[in-house]
């Protein structure tokens, strides 16, 4: 089973904290990284950036891990966690969009608004954390790209070395 690194803001308090209980009952490692109760004065950045780093610390480490951060608006929790240099966030309502943010950009912290029903954000959360990047070239480069204009703020482009099985061969 995976590391989670789970946090919420004000906003999504009680579906982070039931979200935590189902991984946990689910086998996984969860850490929180949110606070210890509802605060509805706190401020989702600092969460954010809270499992932005973990996610990212532990995946350089080689550990299996995500990250995921309830928040009462999606959309600026991204804004947020994309600030943490090698974390990749992304908003997903549905499991087929956890899915597909993980095959196509290998998305490492996922962001769900604090309206979520529980019961669809917990098929999310499944979706985004059992489903791999998907091999292919184009998706590699495209993250190289974001990383190295993260790291250097340039985008000069990456040659992406292809193994002989991996090109397609046509048959005359």
């Known amino acids: 089973m995976a590391r989670i690194h789970l946090a919420a803001d004000h906003g999504g308090y009680e579906l982070g904290r039931a979200l935590q209980r189902r991984a946990a009952a689910g086998g996984h490692e969860v850490v929180w990284h949110g606070a210890d109760e509802l605060d509805p004065g706190d401020d989702y950045p600092v969460f954010a950036v809270r499992v932005g780093t973990a996610v990212v610390e532990d995946q350089d480490a080689g550990t299996d891990a995500f990250a995921v951060l309830v928040v009462e608006e999606a959309f600026a929790g991204v804004a947020a966690a994309n600030k943490v240099n090698g974390a990749r966030a992304v908003p997903a309502a549905t499991p087929q969009e956890a899915i597909a ?24 959360v499944g979706a985004f954390v059992r489903t791999g990047m998907e091999h292919v070239v184009d998706h590699g480069r495209r993250i190289l790209q974001i990383e190295e204009y993260e790291n250097a703020g340039t985008i000069e482009g990456w040659a992406v070395q292809l193994e002989p099985e991996q090109i397609a061969r046509q048959y005359d």
């Open 101 to 124: 943010a993980r095959r196509i950009l290998d998305a490492n912290v996922l962001v769900l608004a604090g309206v979520a029903w529980e019961e669809q954000a917990w098929l999310t």
